[in-house]
T-cell receptor, first 115, second 114 residues
Framework: AQTVTQSQPEMSVQEAETVTLSCTYD???????LFWYKQPPSRQMILVIR????KQQNATENRFSVNFQKAAKSFSLKISDSQLGDAAMYFC????????????WGAGTKLIIKP | ETGVTQSPTHLIKTRGQQVTLRCSSQ?????VSWYQQALGQGPQFIFQ???????GRGNFPPRFSGLQFPNYSSELNVNALELDDSALYLC?????????????FGDGTRLSIL
């Protein structure tokens, strides 16, 4: 069975600095997608960035980028120039046809931004 | 473009009761997934509906059931409520059921069981 692990329950960063959130996963599949979602106190899950496993190039969305290491089954999220609005729970998630199309989630990392 | 909407926002029930949660999918989306998120945890997949048929199910007992309507809105029904059912219930819709389709989430329904 596929699993997703986020080993950092909480991270803090100074405003305008860079922070990296870690995620590892376990799967025997070769074709899958990885996602980072953000959940602010408003509760809505917001898609931050996604990575297709067959693409070697790391995905980037403005200040957000990933470091995808397929062989190591690692998928970390880097947030540059951190802003107060980035404070939220961040969830790493996995999806494949073998996982019955469901998103399989990590336990989340709480990101605190210090002004 | 209207996003995913869920109702009600918050609900309080007692053990043994039944509850129905509702979700309106985003315009143009034919797939709806339901997740249960206990406090301080990541979401757990309950089931997915694609074009009115259940398309996949997680490890939830049969007292968790659902429906999808011709307009692709959906309901989650839970019978014989237990204290452990207290959680945030998230609905997500997507344009199709494909693995590459991003899921768009609603604000969730907070269910409290007394």
């Amino acid at each position: 069975a596929q699993t997703v692990t986020q080993s950092q329950p909480e991270m803090s960063v100074q405003e305008a600095e860079t922070v990296t959130l870690s995620c590892t996963y376990d799967t025997s599949e070769s074709d899958y997608y990885l996602f980072w979602y953000k959940q602010p106190p408003s509760r809505q899950m917001i898609l931050v960035i996604r990575q297709e496993a067959y693409k070697q190039q790391n995905a980037t969305e403005n200040r957000f980028s990933v470091n995808f290491q397929k062989a190591a089954k690692s998928f970390s999220l880097k947030i540059s120039d951190s802003q107060l609005g980035d404070a939220a729970m961040y969830f790493c998630a996995y999806r494949s046809s073998a996982s019955n199309y469901q998103l399989i989630w990590g336990a989340g990392t709480k990101l605190i931004i210090k002004p | 473009e209207t996003g995913v909407t869920q109702s009600p926002t918050h609900l309080i029930k007692t053990r043994g009761q039944q509850v129905t949660l509702r979700c309106s999918s985003q315009s143009g989306h034919n797939t709806v997934s339901w997740y249960q998120q206990a406090l301080g945890q990541g979401p757990q997949f309950i089931f997915q509906y694609y074009r009115e048929e259940e398309n996949g199910r997680g490890n939830f007992p049969p007292r968790f059931s659902g429906l999808q309507f011709p307009n692709y809105s959906s309901e989650l029904n839970v019978n014989a409520l237990e204290l452990d059912d207290s959680a945030l219930y998230l609905c997500a819709s997507s344009r199709d059921r494909g693995v590459n389709q991003p899921q768009h989430f609603g604000d969730g329904t907070r269910l409290s069981i007394l």
